[in-house]
């Protein structure tokens, strides 16, 4: 009887136990009225020509939802296309990002009509405004989450800004249940598609460009010295160099908000298109903050036809993160175009796509992979 009731007070006390721990584990929320539950906007604020407003239904939407949780959310209403995605934004300001701490900042976002972008940028609030791991993400008309994670902060910033950038078009969207928390989310393996690889939303997010270049989604390879079809699906991106570098890595395409695991092999491969003549491109999986350390960097040459390139890391010694796909692409001016971009775990796969039949009789595609591979 006596070990019967030890045992039952041992259980007990385990299960008190596992939920103080669980407890204890919650996320702490730094952001005030952070799920609008409030019913008034304060503090958020905005810039630019944008209108907010906290609402307790979800109306005129092209799929009909219910507010992901508890009673409000914010409706957003972009009422005009800014000449700069930064030109108009929502923020929740007032905060210090502390040394040495790294920070999460996570919203569920629903479109009203279609595909819209926003940008997630943690920054400093005041000029030169700079970023802790900001990234554009693509909402659709169906409610989710989105998250980034700041590196670790290198020096205290004071003052700091929770902004979201929400000039890319007229549109409107809705938004709850935002979090900004010390700490990152548990890893999640890389997702069997890279976001948004082969440009079928129609939009350039998460993509980003830094230096003198810039991109669009495209429909069409037009001006190209060969014609030929897209590589695969309605779209294909199109990026424009401006000027050569100073160095080759003054000008590239990224794309953001990856960790690299511990003993893990990756590779990275794209289709490949020069508006004319040959291009180089160096790819390069990369932590993303300083020292830039590359893993499995390798320069390619493009040509006029479309080809796939690739690279393969070497086994991750550790854990990268942040880390970023990055392109470089400062060496000289022109024109290319890339498609069918993709990311996974493990040594090179043939694409699951078929390349369009007029680029495969063209160019023999399954040849130019065998001969890529040979390299």
């Not at 700069?84 to 790294?102: L, M, P, R």
């Not at 919203?107 to 972008?117: D, R």
């Not at 920054?123 to 989710?144: C, H, N, S």
């Amino acid at each position: 009887m006596k070990k019967s009731k030890l045992a039952i007070f041992l259980s007990l006390t385990m299960v008190f136990l596992i939920a103080f721990i669980a407890n204890a584990q919650e996320i702490k929320n730094l952001l005030a009225n952070g799920n609008f539950e409030d019913g008034i906007v304060d503090p958020w604020t905005t810039y630019g020509n944008v209108k907010v407003e906290v609402v307790k239904d979800i109306k005129k939407a092209a799929i009909d939802e219910k507010i992901i949780e508890g009673d409000y959310c914010l409706h957003v209403m972009v009422l005009s296309k800014g000449a700069n995605f930064w030109d108009a934004g929502i923020q929740h300001t007032k905060h210090v990002f502390e040394a040495g701490k790294a920070y999460t900042l996570s919203a569920y976002l629903k479109s009203a009509k279609g595909n819209l972008q926003i940008n997630f940028k943690p920054e400093l609030a005041q000029d030169p405004w700079t970023a802790y791991g900001d990234r554009i993400f693509v909402m659709t008309e169906k409610w989710k989450q989105f998250t980034t994670s700041t590196p670790v902060i290198p020096n205290k910033v004071d003052p700091a800004s929770i902004t979201f950038h929400v000039a890319f078009d007229v549109g409107e969207f809705w938004m709850d249940d935002v979090k900004f928390y010390e700490g990152k989310p548990e890893p999640q393996p890389e997702p069997a598609e890279l976001e948004n690889g082969g440009f079928e939303t129609g939009n350039t997010a998460p993509w980003t460009l830094y230096g003198n270049a810039k991109m669009e989604v495209v429909k069409q390879l037009t001006g190209a010295a060969i014609p030929e079809n897209l590589i695969e699906g309605k779209y294909a991106l199109h990026v424009t160099v401006n000027e050569k570098g100073a160095n080759f890595w003054d000008i590239g395409l990224q794309h953001k908000g990856h960790v690299f695991k511990a003993g893990k092999v990756y590779t990275l491969a794209a289709f490949l298109k020069s508006k004319e003549g040959p291009l180089q491109i160096n790819f390069k999986p990369e932590l993303a903050v300083d020292p830039w350390t590359g893993y499995g960097e390798k320069e390619f040459t493009m040509t006029d036809k479309w080809a796939e390139y690739f690279v393969t890391t070497p086994p991750m010694p550790n854990d990268v993160d942040p880390a970023s796909l990055t392109f470089h692409i400062g060496y000289t001016k022109g024109e290319f175009w890339m498609d069918g971009v993709r990311f996974y775990e493990g040594k090179y796969k043939e694409p699951d796509f078929k390349p369009t039949k007029a680029v495969e009789s063209r160019n023999k595609l399954s040849t130019t992979w065998g001969d890529i591979k040979n390299r």
